[in-house]
């Protein structure tokens, strides 16, 4: 089984920051992608930030220029720098995998969610 776990959530005001984290554990062999999903009240789950193991990345046109996703591969950790926060960030973020099991099978795994309150 493996298991991500997100940390980093929290209140804070409009223009500020926040940074999250979100370490996987474990059996696997590898992580292709990992990234950050977020779900507002009402709203879809939507892609945030995304970054491959060799570093590529993607984010989502209402973050780009604010929001700066990174990993570490050693320590199976992805992490998201997230600066000038608006009210519309306020959502509950999901970490995500794309593991590649013992069995050479690749699975998709979540994390529970941290919530992130942008206050105005």
């Known amino acids: 089984q493996v298991q991500l776990v997100e940390s980093g959530g929290g209140l804070v005001q409009a223009g500020g920051s926040l940074r999250l984290s979100c370490a996987a554990s474990?059996?696997?062999?590898?992580?292709?992608?990992m990234g950050w999903y977020r779900q507002a009240p009402g709203k879809q789950r939507e892609l945030v930030a995304a970054?491959?193991?060799?570093?590529?990345?993607n984010y989502a046109d209402s973050v780009k220029g604010r929001f700066t996703i990174s990993r570490d591969n050693a320590k199976n950790t992805v992490y998201m720098q997230m600066n000038s926060l608006e009210p519309e960030d306020t959502a509950v973020y999901y970490c995500?995998?794309?593991?590649?099991?013992?069995?050479?099978?690749?699975?998709?795994?979540w994390g529970k969610g941290t919530l992130v309150t942008v206050s105005s």
């Open positions: 995500y995998g794309e593991v590649i099991t013992p069995d050479y099978v690749g699975m998709d795994y």
């Open positions: 474990g059996r696997f062999l590898s992580i292709n992608v």
């Open positions: 970054i491959t193991s060799i570093g590529r990345t």
